[in-house]
């Protein structure tokens, strides 16, 4: 018996070391600097705002302090989005440099070298992540020292051991640029990648091709489940340009009006689908132009 324990002792310490060789990454030796002016900080916020708020914006206290993040499974454990507050107590952007934030973004791995799953935007241009560096150091009401703190994350066996086994980088690409205004297709897809539409909007968070997101499963169809207000399960829509399934009915009217007011033509959208008002109706229209093109599947999602 003495054997016996000693034997699944033995097995569980090896596989903390599994995990935690598989979770943790070399980071950034790299001393970037972000360039700040008016105009990067505004469009910063709005790509703050449009990326980011949807997991770290706290709609009660109306700062990024962080919200529970209650579509983990119990199972793995529980996890709370970061506070990105100024706070020297419970903020992380304080303990960042830039370079180790603008290389959080495009690998995903923190300056600890734990890989952060659901950070990371590969594709994203260099411009827009100085332009978000340059509003997280900014002093904007939202942004000011909080220390309150929503819960601290942590991770069960389970989940330490499913992460390890998911955990996969992207590779730094350094020199990315944001397609031109006027290529309103080309636009479109880089912000349904980098907003993240196609993150809630294809089959499971669990199945993500964050370097080519078009071969993620279930691209664009709908089908991921959410938990909304009261604990209801949400269903996210099919947002390909499928007629009788999909929004290829939707006008390009219609399809704004969805996504920055929170009103399909029959009915009032729900949590966690955010009023994206801070993208301008030019970016909208181009994820719509977008949308347009990507091929039509029938899926019927059900909404309560």
Known sequence: MKYKSLAATSLIMAVIVIISCKTHFETTKGDYKASAS?????????????????????????KFIGNPINDVPGIAGKVYSANLTHSKTNGITSKYSDAQLKYLLKTGISKDGRFMAYMLRPNMADEDINDIIVFLRSNDPALS????????????????????????????????????????????????????????????????????????????????????GQGMEIAASNITPDKNSGIGNYTREDFRKAVKDGLAP???????????????????????????????????????
């Open 38 to 62: 008016p105009a990067r900080f505004e469009h910063g916020k709005n790509m703050v705002f449009s990326v980011c708020a949807g997991c770290h914006y706290n709609h009660g206290v109306k």
């Open 145 to 228: 020292a909080a220390d309150t703190t929503v819960g601290l994350t942590h991770y069960s066996l389970i989940g330490k051991t499913y992460l390890g086994f998911k955990a996969d980088p992207a590779p730094y690409k350094d020199g990315l640029k944001r397609p031109s205004e006027n290529d309103a297709i080309a636009l479109g897809r880089y912000l349904v990648d980098n907003v993240g539409c196609y993150h809630c909007h294809s089959k499971s968070l669990k199945s993500l091709n964050s370097i080519n997101p078009e071969q993620t499963k279930g691209y664009l169809a709908g089908g991921a489940t959410f938990k909304g």
């Open 266 to 304: 029959h009915r009032k959208l729900k949590p966690p689908m955010e009023k994206f008002e801070y993208l301008s109706d030019k970016e909208v229209d181009a994820i719509y132009a977008y949308l347009m093109t990507v091929p039509a599947k029938y899926h019927v999602v059900k909404h309560l």
